[in-house]
């Protein structure tokens, strides 16, 4: 497998790992299993700072999106409210990490089909 692509299974798994446990109860064994490599060789593909430190960058730069977006979509409906936008995004982000948990338990659903998927429940919500 390419370098480049077993560190996107690396990082994918220790995101996953991190959110679910945190850093404190985070499993570098669990990471390692979930992609078929030793411990040894997630040290060997990041060295022990990166490893820790990508899944927190990827989940900052995640809720910064979220909080923009959540921000820009109540301004559109004339709300300028910081602590309405704050906690819309953390509805946001929980809904978006449930469903992601949700694929994760249902390994066999495509992108395709959880992107539809997310597409129909997000409509009737709306509606």
């Given amino acids: 497998m390419p370098r480049a692509r077993r560190e996107e299974q690396i990082l994918a798994a220790a995101m996953d790992e991190f959110g679910r446990h945190g850093r404190a109860s985070a499993s570098m064994a669990a990471i390692a299993g979930r992609v078929g490599v030793t411990k040894p060789m997630l040290y060997t593909y990041f060295g ?70 997310c597409a129909r429940l997000l409509t009737a919500i709306r509606d």
Avoid: F
């Fill in 48 to 117: 022990s700072t990166e490893l820790h430190t990508a899944p927190h960058r990827h989940r900052r730069a995640i809720d910064d999106l979220a909080a923009s977006g959540t921000a820009d979509l109540l301004r559109g409906h004339g709300n300028d409210d910081p602590l309405d936008a704050d906690a819309l995004k953390h509805v946001w982000t929980g809904a978006v990490g449930a469903l992601v948990g949700w694929w994760t338990n249902h390994p066999d659903r495509s992108a395709q089909d959880m992107a539809a998927r």
